[in-house]
Each structure stands twice: as structure tokens, then as C-alpha cells.
């Protein structure tokens, strides 16, 4: 419940985060799987600022589709 989200600034960060939970449901993603991917890919530095687009759960889903297992794991 977003009713009680301790302050503006908690409310600020829930709306975010809420925002992209939804958008990788609309999309058919898995939110914990993606979430996982994304962070790791921006934390270890995978993903310039121009392939940033490409974090995004719709061009991101398609691009797992496209990879094979063998390329998901490695990813």
C-alpha cells in the first residue's frame, strides 16, 4: 500500500520503483530477474550510457529472446 511510505521522499522512490515493477509486468518480465540483470550489467559496467535503452524491460526482453540458453547463462 502505497498509503503509508513513511515520507515524501520514500513516497518519491516507492512511485519509481512501482513504475518499473509494472512496466516489466506489462511486458511479460520476470521483475526480480530483470532487476538482477539490469543492476549487475550497470554495476560492473556491461552497458555505456549510449546502450542504456537497451536496459529497458521491452528491449531487454527481446534481446533474451533472441540470445540462446548457452548465452543467457553467460550473460
Not at 3 to 29: D, E, H, Q, R, Y
Not at 45 to 59: D, I, Q, Y
Request: net charge negative; with cysteine.
Amino acid at each position: 500500500n502505497s498509503l503509508f511510505v513513511g515520507s515524501p521522499g520514500g513516497g518519491k522512490t516507492f512511485a519509481v520503483i512501482a513504475s518499473l515493477v509494472n512496466s516489466c509486468k506489462l511486458n511479460g518480465v520476470d521483475p526480480e530477474v530483470w532487476l538482477a540483470d539490469v543492476l549487475e550489467r550497470i554495476i560492473s559496467c556491461k552497458v555505456t550510457a549510449n546502450e542504456m535503452e537497451s536496459l529497458l524491460p521491452w528491449t531487454w526482453k527481446a534481446e533474451r529472446e533472441a540470445m540462446t540458453h548457452q548465452e543467457r547463462r553467460a550473460a
